[in-house]
Every structure is written in C-alpha cells, then in structure tokens.
C-alpha cells in the first residue's frame, strides 16, 4: 500500500510551484490549515525514518516554529492500535527538528507512524499529521531488499518540474526496498543553483532556487538551507516517508574535497575549514534520522544489523583523514589516516562480531578509482587510490582491513559505494593485484541519484580490480544533466530461503543496466 503527504504533485505548472512555496515558505510539503497560517503548526519538510533494526529505528520530521513533537506508532495503517509516545521538543537550537528514537516494536514488522506538532505557546495547537512507514528488521531469514546511491543536487542540477524533479527517488521507491543507503553528498553546500542552466542542445534547464543556494555555504542556516532545498522535492519527500534511510557522509556536506588542510577557495568569507565543518556537521545530524552516538558525539560511523542475513557497516571517510597530500608514504602515519586507527579498529571488532550471512561495507568511496584532490593537474589524492603500484598512503588501510578479512576468517563481505557520478562493477582478484594477500570481493559503485554524470575514472591496479561492468558518458561528455538520463542506483535483493544476493545496477528509467547473483560461503 502507498502512503501520500497530504500536498498538491509536484506536475504543477512551473508558475504554480513557485506561488505555492512562496506562499508556504517552504514549498510543495507545507500542510494546509484549517483557517490562518497563523493559527497552527506546520510540519515542513515530511518526515523520514532511519537506522531501522529488529526493534525499531528513528523518526524525524521539522516544524515552522517552536513546538513539541508528537509521534503515534502502529502496525496497521488505521491505527487502530497505535501506541502515543512522550512528546519532544522541537526548538530554534536545532532549527525546529526533532527526532525519536522508536523501540521496543515487533520485530519483521510493517510499521506506520503518524507525526504532529504541538505549539509550544499554545498547547490546544497542533498541525496537520503526517504519516510514514518502514519495516522492521527481520528476526528470520526472510528476503531483504534495499538500495544505494549518493550525489544529490550537485553542478548546479536542482529541482526541476520540467523535468518531473529528482526523479531516481521516484525510480528507487517503486522496488519499496527496506532501506536506502545514502552514500554521501547528500548535499552540495559549495554548489550554486542558479534559476536557469543552458544546455549543451540549446535548451534550458530551469530551477526550483531558494536565496540559500545563491552563494557556498558558510553559516548555519544555510547548510540547514541546502539539506531542506532537497526536501522541497515531491519524489524526495515521498520516498523519504516509505523509505528508511541509512545516511553517511562526504566532501560536499562541506565542500569539495575537504580536509583539515584543505585552501579554502575566495569566495568564502569564512576562513576556517575547521568551522564550517563544524557547522555543517551539525547541519547533518539534525537534517537525518541516525542513531547519535553516546561514546563520541556526532559520530556518523556505525554497524546496523537487518536480520541474519545481513549486516551494514556505515564508514566515515571524511572526519578523521589526514591531509590530502601526495599520500606515497611506505610506513603508516597521521598524514595516510583515512578511517583513522580507531575506525579501523572498530571496523575489524564490528566484521568479527558479525554472524550476518552478508556483511555489507559502505564506503562513501570507491577502493581503486583514483580521485585526484586537483583534477586539472593530476596532484594529490582525494581518496584511497595512489596509482599503479605497491601500497602506499592511505592505502595501506585497505592493505590491514583485507588481510584481516582473510585471515579471521570473515566471509561474505561486498562494498558499496558512489562519489564519482557513474557506475560500476569491479571485482577484486589477488591474483592480478600488486598486494595479494585477501580473498577476492566486489564492490559496486553507483550514482549520481541526482547531480552531474562524471567518468569513467582511471582505475588503479594495486588491489587487482577487474571492471565487469561500466556506465559512464565518457571524456567528451561530462557534467551531463539529470535530464540526459544518466542517474544511477544499485538494488540488492537477498533471498531468504538460500542467502544469495543479487546486485543489480539501474538507471533513473529503472532500467536493469547489469546484474549478478553472489552465492553465499558458509559463515
């Protein structure tokens, strides 16, 4: 069954879009009132759920002013049996949103939630609810089914009702996966989306623009800004309440290929890289329902568990890297940190505690694509890839993470990733590699969800890649538009009765560009 926010389609004329989020503030997920706009609350941006397990998972939704957050759980759409939780509040500190983290449900369980807003000021208040749903991890080996991608709203593609909007979301909601795994640059902070874009036809791309996204963001408020322009999407907010999301993060929540030695480029007032990442941080963790760490406060790193067949290591590739140098070092030191030793270390616990038949590794980058910090020149490494070669850098991370894969013996481990605007299928054989000591893997790169299609990328042999499968507009066609087609989502379906797993690679059409069927080894 399809739940619907209660708010006009996004198939508007382009004149009543733009009326009707003038009017709102924020566009088409504003809820209608029964009298002034004045008189109740607001729930703006939908709602999303995420880091779902056996027993539960998070809600989130936003509200227009200071109000309490009140969440009713069931296992039937009536409602019939819902349950009321203890109201939160939802204050100016973190910009009216507020999430809650639901426990104590059955386990393999639709769930449906239902979220309204209480004022603050008046408490006889309240808006308009709004409903979601998600599903329960399993308790058995039943089939699993989820998605990934990453890269939203990047190059200056933004909403476009012409275009029908960010329409993959739309695409990875019909396959009504349990998840979604976003895989980073959930945002472009550092990306202008200006009103109009020509194309390379002549024709014009228009979008959907908010003040916010007409400079890089540098304050609070607009990285705040650039998290909800997404929201405004028909297709995101949709998706966003059918669909938990299991969210990490990249360079863009920031800018461009952010580290701690990163020059900031001149059209930043802001001159502390250590600020605005502070500030976007706290963007994305009051903009996602994940589970906060206790042990280290805004940590995006973590393991969640979705039944016996399946476990899912969320890494952050981007809070604990060194500098992104030359990174050719022989020996491991701070300046080829790219995990960081004490992610590392949680990583290898995590894999070893796993009794999940498949152990799923997101990384927010790919293994051997190489990434160069400055593309023009070829300089520096923005990810794990140093070329040709021995390990070096920051490679000499994967060169311990897969010898103890190995040596564990861990089994069962497939990584998938985005971040370089295409897709991909590369499978890891030792025996073409220049460092062989692991069992051979696969990983799966796919995006962009919604952004500018890049690559193919030049492909490192240290770890032994072999492409099986590649999508890419090639060199004399970058940065094409959501519109040219080019949007890319993975799709795993895990079969309950055997374990096997099956990836297959999509487009924004939905249509099965190349798959593969893994067989399980035993556990």
Known sequence: MTLHIPRKRLRLSRRRFLSTAAATGVGLVAMPYLSRAADRPAVTHGVQSGDIGADGGVIWSRADRPSQMMVEVATTESFKDARALPPINALPETDF??????????????????????????????????????????????DVSFVWGGDVAGQGWGINPDDGGMVTFSAMRKHKPDFLIHSGDTIYADGVISAEVKLADGKIWKNITIPEKAKVA????EFRAAHKYNFMDENVCAFNAEVPIFVQWDDHEVMNNWSSSKDIPAAYKERSISVLAARAAQAFHEMYPMRESIVEPGRVYRALSYGPHLDVFMLDERSYRGPNGPNLQDTYGPDAYFLGPDQM??????????????????????????????ATNKKGSEAFAQGNGPPRGRELEITEILRFIKTAPIRNTVWLTADVHYTAAHYYNPDKAQFQDFDPFWEFVSGPLHAGTFGPNELDNTFGPEVKFVKAPGDDKQNLPPSAGMQFFGHVGIEGATGQMTVTLRDRADVALWSTTLDPRPV
Do not use: C
């Open 97 to 142: 949103t507020a999430k809650m983290l639901v426990d104590n449900l059955p386990g393999g369980q639709d769930i449906f939630y239902r979220v309204r807003f209480r004022d603050l000021s008046h408490p006889a208040v309240e808006s308009e609810p709004v409903v979601g749903r998600f599903r329960t991890a399993p308790s058995d080996k039943r």
């Open 218 to 221: 540098e304050t609070l408020d």
């Open 345 to 374: 270390q949680w990583l290898k616990r995590a894999l070893l505690n796993s009794r999940a038949t498949w152990k799923v590794i997101a990384s927010d980058m790919p293994l051997s694509l190489i990434v160069w910090d400055d």
